[in-house]
């Protein structure tokens, strides 16, 4: 996935109230970006590290630009939660991800039940319901998730177990944006309801498929699936 967009270089500040950061541009000018991600981002923030920030023109929005990555320990870490859907929409349509390179049609947004699936693919024999989350916590080699208490992420998990119930297809993709980890596992301190119910939907044969993202400030690209310990 390539920035339609030149990204603008700065540093962070702080973020603050979840959703907005202060951040110094290389002008000197101080703006305030929006901050897609609703989690603690513990292990990805840090104050003074350098960012990259997309401008939005939109006289609607209240801020002129969404905050896209942070440098943590020489790497890109990104942490635009709305990144993953697209790059799973594009790597399944593309037929880029093995386990997912069957479909001939693919949409996004679709809903089964009370949810609403970021992914959902079909060929003439198989329907599949895919949800992609965004990873970005660190702990030694591990990326984990989640990084904060996720009762939505607990639903999603039931939700799958229900679709493979009826005999359809059930996909948990987690999409690492960062590269300075090896492995992928549940954040068991944080949400351990969610990391129970992981393990459940594993056993209920719901697929899960941890795929790493190599970041930079030109694109985003999906490279390699990670081993994971539930």
Not at 65 to 88: C, Q, R, S, Y
Not at 121 to 142: H, L, P, R, W, Y
């Amino acid at each position: 996935m390539k920035f339609e967009k030149a990204l603008v270089h700065g540093r962070l500040i702080k973020r603050y109230k979840r959703f907005l950061a202060d951040v110094e541009l290389d002008s000197g000018e101080i703006v305030v970006a929006h901050c897609t991600n609703s989690g603690s981002m513990k292990s990805c923030l840090e104050n003074g590290a350098e960012v990259y920030l997309t401008p939005n023109d939109d006289p609607k929005r209240k801020t002129r630009f969404t905050w896209e990555m942070i440098k943590i320990n020489g790497d890109w870490v990104g942490i635009n939660t709305g990144i993953p859907n697209k790059l799973a929409f594009e790597a399944v349509e593309n037929k880029l991800i093995p386990e997912l390179s069957s479909y001939t049609y693919v949409k996004r947004e679709v809903k089964f039940g009370d949810s609403r699936f970021d992914v959902y693919a079909q060929n003439a024999s198989e329907k599949c319901f895919i949800e992609v989350k965004n990873v970005t916590m660190k702990e030694g080699d591990f990326a984990l998730f989640p990084d904060a208490v996720t009762t939505r992420g607990q639903k999603h998990l039931k939700t799958l177990m229900t679709v493979k119930q009826q005999g359809l297809r059930a996909v948990m993709l987690y999409v690492v944006q960062r590269s300075d980890v090896s492995k992928f596992g549940p954040a068991t301190e944080i949400d351990p309801n969610y990391a129970t119910l992981l393990k459940i939907a594993r056993e209920a044969c719901v697929e899960i498929l941890p795929y790493q993202a190599t970041v930079t400030p030109y694109e985003i690209t999906l490279t390699k699936k990670l081993p994971f310990v539930l």
